[in-house]
T-cell receptor, first 111, second 115 residues
């Protein structure tokens, strides 16, 4: 079963708007990562946030982590049509070295 | 530097056959992991290899196996294929094994269709 649940499952916005995706998980983690996938191709690593961090930025991306609520959010600011993709959160559990993925959010940015 | 290379990109096999997929990690990366992606189950961990040894295994039947060579290239094999094995198989490499620090680099995947 999936470790994480993502919300919403699908999101459609206009170019220039912000997109927020949420991820919840169930067990203690070492870190949480966000990946992007275009049209069933490989996953692209976006950002990693450690369990002792609360917020992290990378360009137009902002990730928050609340370990007390076991949740994370990914904010993409000033979205572009090229941001259209599926976004996955993945947790690195404290018990091992493998990633457990959420179900993903399909983001569509309309030009 | 070259990314993670997976071959072949597409594959069609018949039920009962076996298949071998290949993954060449980024030069210098010693850890290779495999994931299966299906519409119904999402992304699921298959196994991880480091220094030619399987270090971690997901919840898949014994028909799924793999290995890693001294140059860190990895292969996974699926025997006695079933229709449900149709999926995108993704390989990921990282510099070292867990706890993960920098994130994985994924290949473009092999799309396996079992008919």
């Amino acid at each position: 079963s999936q470790q994480g649940e993502e919300d919403p499952q699908a999101l459609s916005i206009q170019e220039g708007e912000n997109a927020t995706m949420n991820c919840s998980y169930k067990t203690s983690i070492n870190n949480l990562q966000w990946y992007r996938q275009n049209s069933g191709r490989g996953l692209v690593h976006l950002i990693l946030i450690r369990s002792n961090e609360r917020e992290k930025h990378s360009g137009r991306l902002r990730v928050t982590l609340d370990t007390s609520k076991k949740s994370s959010s990914l904010l993409i600011t000033a979205s572009r049509a090229a941001d259209t993709a599926s976004y996955f959160c993945a947790t690195d559990l404290t018990s091992g070295s493998r990633l457990t993925f959420g179900e993903g959010t399909q983001l569509t940015v309309n030009p | 530097k070259a990314g993670v290379t997976q071959t072949p990109r597409y594959l069609i096999k018949t039920r009962g056959q076996q298949v071998t997929l290949s993954c060449s990690p980024i030069s210098g990366h010693r850890s290779v992991s495999w994931y299966q992606q299906t519409p119904g189950q999402g992304l699921q961990f298959l196994f991880e290899y480091f220094s030619e040894t399987q270090r971690n295994k997901g919840n898949f039947p014994g028909r799924f196996s793999g290995r890693q060579f001294s140059n860190s290239r990895s292969e996974m094999n699926v025997s006695t294929l079933e229709l449900g094995d149709s999926a995108l198989y993704l390989c990921a490499s990282s510099l070292a094994r867990g706890p993960i620090v920098y994130g994985y680099t994924f290949g473009s995947g092999t799309r396996l269709t079992v008919v």
